[in-house]
């Protein structure tokens, strides 16, 4: 349980937990299963089924130890006792949850190395921002992820260097500016300040803007004060003033303000274009984006072989591109340069086929994050010799993360067929909000009420055509497709 203190009464049959600190309810959770531990450092241990513990056991041991150090040299004391960490099973409906004491996330992660750093170094954030100190109310979400995301990117500088912080940045960013497009810039679920009004799902604020646009308001406050390190120190006041409490907008920049009366002679509050209740309160993209230059040795390569196999004659291109070895290349430099071609899609018939023949063999013994990326572009562009990668990948993946965008991808164009076909195959092992969430995907058109299951020979009407081939709601729980935020444009923590 997400708790200090836990005793198993093994003559009761009993088992007894403790939280010695206040803690919001959204941070109460349980887990029951089969789980066995394993020591990874000196307050922490993972938890996970017999068959996972292994591999659980040899990514994360000694590491979670230098994460928890670096936020702590940060941020101050780690606050919690201990940090354990429990691995569920791949239906399990988000990536990770950052429950005090007990993170969960999904087991699914653990073939992606890069992104398991990013998911469980970000919860650790979440200890301090998010947990400690806690957004009052909903519509002010990017308290929480907004500073998780940046002490995230102060801890991976600390232990990764900046060019890496500065090419997942990139990463992150792209796909804030690919939801921008989908949605416009006029949606208010792009502000930092959401208002819960009647009608508005509070599902929709877990988006990129809660995390990216909160994340640059927040880098946008650490360079106003000119030194990272002080910035910092103002995070670490703020902490320990209102640590064990819920605070607004206003708390933060009110402590921002008082910490450097310098800023607050200036009224850097409110500079002209860059104002404070501006950044709270427009829609759009963030009004400022930090400097990643010093990213550029990892995003250039990738810009390049983009800019190759966009050029002409393909032939030559093709040529050139395949001389660049993106085996050697980090997971997120072969995600973004993926999802380049992903936003390209659909791209000429001879591009996709010189793509496949240089790169499918390969991206197929990656990892997941860069598998579904290639198998997107198979699914947008028709091409049905690597139709089988995708059902293979269906079979073998149970997680909402890893199947919807498939799903979506497959119903917008000609092979909803072939959903269905590999939907009855696979249902029975998939999580039951999943289930339902596929059979609305597949049931689109068929009028209110219809499900998949009831009809599989039925023709399906083509899904949200007005909202193009990213058309797709953010799903949690039973939620219905129905707007267009993709969930490959939002596939983030919690």
């Known amino acids: 349980m997400s708790a200090t203190q836990s005793v198993y009464l093994e003559e009761e049959g009993v088992y007894r937990f403790h939280m010695e600190h206040p803690v919001p309810a959204y941070l109460v959770a349980l887990v029951a299963g089969d789980l ?26 000694g590491v979670v130890e230098q994460w928890l150090s670096a936020a702590e040299r940060l941020y101050g004391p780690y606050m919690w006792g201990r940090y354990d960490i429990v691995f569920l099973p791949p239906s399990f409906p988000i990536v990770a949850m950052e429950n005090p004491c007990l993170t969960f996330i999904i087991s699914s992660i653990l073939e992606s190395d890069e992104f398991l750093v990013i998911d469980v170094i970000h919860e650790v954030a979440h200890s301090w921002f998010g947990n400690a100190v806690t957004n009052a109310t909903w519509e002010e979400m990017w308290l929480s992820e907004g500073l998780a995301t940046y002490a995230q ?22 796909a804030l500016h690919r939801q921008m497009r989908l949605l416009g810039e006029d949606s208010p679920v792009s502000k930092l300040q ?38 910092d120190d103002f995070l670490r006041a703020y902490v320990e003033k209102y640590k064990f409490t819920s605070v607004v907008a206003q708390d933060l920049l009110d402590s921002f303000l008082s910490f450097f009366p310098e800023l607050k002679e200036q009224s850097v509050d409110c500079r002209a274009g860059l104002e404070f209740e501006r950044w709270l309160n427009a829609t759009g993209p963030p009004l400022a984006e930090p400097d990643l230059s010093q990213g550029s040795s990892l995003t250039r390569p990738v810009e390049a072989l983009f800019q190759l196999w966009t050029a002409e004659p393909l032939d030559q291109a093709a040529a050139s591109a395949s001389a660049i070895d993106i085996s050697k290349w980090r997971t997120f430099q072969t995600a973004l340069f993926l999802d380049r071609l992903l936003d390209g ?12 023949k240089c790169y499918s063999s390969l991206l197929d013994s990656m990892n997941a994050e860069i598998r579904i990326r290639w198998l997107q572009i198979v699914v947008r562009n028709d091409y049905y010799p690597d139709l089988h990668r995708v059902r293979r990948f269906l079979e073998s993946q149970m997680s909402r993360m890893y199947t919807i965008p498939l799903y979506e991808d497959l119903c917008t164009g000609a ?36 499900e998949a299951s009831t009809a599989p020979n039925a023709e399906l009407a083509r ?28 596939n983030v923590s919690a």
Request: proline share 7%; charged share 20%.
């Open 345 to 356: 899609s659909p791209l000429p018939q001879e591009v996709v086929m010189s793509l496949s």
């Open 153 to 174: 990117r102060r801890i991976t500088t600390e232990t990764y260097g900046a060019a890496f912080t500065c090419l997942e940045t990139a990463f992150r960013l792209d």
């Open 36 to 61: 066995k531990p394993a020591d990874i450092g000196p307050r922490s241990r993972v938890w996970a089924e017999p068959c996972l513990l292994p591999t659980a056991t040899s990514k994360l041991s």
């Open 463 to 490: 899904a949200g055509a007005e909202a193009g081939s990213d058309s797709a709601a953010l799903l949690l729980g039973d939620e219905a497709p129905s707007s267009t935020i993709s969930l490959r444009d939002v």
């Open 415 to 450: 092979l909803k067929s072939f959903a269905l076909e590999v939907f009855y195959q696979t249902q029975g092992r998939l999580h039951p909000n999943l289930r339902r969430t596929i059979q609305q995907i597949l049931s689109q058109g068929l009028g209110p009420g219809a």
């Open 194 to 231: 959401v208002k819960l009004e009647p009608g508005v799902n509070p599902s929709h604020l877990m988006n990129l803007f809660t995390y990216e646009k909160g994340y640059c308001f927040v880098y946008y406050l650490s360079q106003l004060c000119g030194d990272p390190q002080r910035f």
